[in-house]
């Protein structure tokens, strides 16, 4: 079974400063990863996703991603943050085939992330 | 288009009222989810419609019933709801490939 584990359920960070948001997963096989951005009251939004072939995955919003298979990790970055990145983050890796082309995902418990002028 | 439209935006319903949640993709996109999203919790995945045909109920309680008349379209009846239930109902489509899931913009939901 698949399984993700955030650490944080809050990180603050000044305008301007690294972003960095921690993400581990378990998978049995090798995992598809994805990271989400949800902003209060709407749905969420992918940002990226690791899939096969290169481990440093670029995203929208200047957001990109290392998978790390030795670390089973999957950390979120972004150079400088802006007011405009707070928001709520989930990081989710690729479930149980849920037959005819469909698959679960199985998310982690999020990290709001707050931006300090 | 990768747009995933929801409606209403906001419904509030008293526990005998009998509604609906509508959800469209126009994607082409063959799986069809609906999620239930408490305050700070992560979506907690409810069905799961593959080419029209439920393929996962979540031991989701009979008070809500899915129905996905035709491959854009995904219904959420809901009937005889309890307080809590209020939470953010979220639908989202996917392709075999990509495997990404893409997520509307939810109904929020108040049962009173």
């Known amino acids: 079974a698949q399984s993700v584990t955030q650490l944080g359920s809050h990180v603050s960070v000044s305008e301007g400063a690294l972003v960095l948001l921690r993400c581990n997963y378990s998978?049995?096989?090798?995992?598809?990863l994805f990271w989400y951005v949800q902003y209060p009251n709407q749905g969420l939004q992918l940002l990226l996703k690791?899939?096969?072939?290169?481990?440093l995955v670029k995203g929208i919003n200047g957001f990109e991603a290392e998978f790390k298979k030795s670390e089973t990790s999957f950390h979120l970055t972004k150079p400088s943050a802006h007011m405009s990145d707070a928001a709520e983050y989930f990081c989710a890796v690729l479930g149980s085939y849920s037959g005819a082309g469909s698959y679960q995902l199985t998310f982690g418990k999020g990290t709001k992330l707050s931006v300090i002028p | 288009d990768t747009e995933v439209t929801q409606t209403p935006k906001h419904l509030v319903m008293g526990m005998t009222n009998k509604k609906s949640l509508k959800c469209e993709q126009h994607?082409?996109?063959?799986?069809m989810y609906w999620y239930k999203q408490k305050a700070k919790k992560p979506p907690e995945l409810m069905f799961v419609?593959?080419?029209?045909?439920?393929?996962i109920n979540e031991s989701v309680p009979s008070r809500f019933s899915p129905e996905c008349p035709n491959s854009s379209l995904l219904n959420l009846h809901l009937h005889a709801l309890q307080p809590e239930d209020s939470a953010l109902y979220l639908c989202a489509s996917s392709q075999f490939a990509p495997l990404e899931q893409y997520f509307g913009p939810g109904t929020r939901l108040t049962v009173t």
């Open positions: 690791y899939t096969t072939g290169a481990t």
């Open positions: 998978s049995s096989v090798p995992p598809y």
């Open positions: 419609y593959s080419y029209e045909k439920l393929s």
């Open positions: 994607m082409g996109h063959r799986a």
